[in-house]
């Protein structure tokens, strides 16, 4: 069973920048695809990034798209997201998330606690 915890959240002006990070637990993350969501209040959970096992490959939700960097250190059992130029709309809980499928397609398996981020005007 893979534990992932997240931490790297807080409250930060728009414009500003976050990192995220969710490390692994259990078991290595290296065979893994790895991605985020996040969920505001009031919505639905919503993805944003997602990376294949060797972190060579990436897919971005278009809102996020030059604003968002989804990294690992396999090395570290770690997932990151790099969040710069944070906006309002960004506030929200974020996840990282897991998948048996090492690539950028399937579905995700293993789910963190949440970390709160809140971006004020």
């Known amino acids: 069973q893979v534990q992932l915890v997240e931490s790297g959240g807080g409250l930060v002006q728009a414009g500003g920048s976050l990192r995220l990070s969710c490390a692994a637990f259990?078991?290595?993350?290296?065979?893994?695809?790895m991605g985020w969501f996040r969920q505001a209040s009031g919505k639905e959970r919503q993805f944003v990034a997602r990376v294949s096992w060797s972190g060579g490959s990436t897919y971005y939700v278009d809102s996020v798209k030059g604003r968002f960097t989804i990294s690992r250190d396999n090395g570290k059992n770690t997932l990151y997201l790099q969040m710069n130029n944070l906006k309002p709309d960004d506030t929200a809980v974020y996840y990282c998330?897991?998948?048996?499928?090492?690539?950028?397609?399937?579905?995700?398996?293993?789910w963190g606690q949440g970390t709160q981020v809140t971006v004020s005007s």
């Open positions: 998330a897991g998948s048996r499928d090492p690539g950028l397609g399937g579905r995700f398996d293993y």
């Open positions: 259990g078991r290595t993350l290296s065979s893994y695809g």
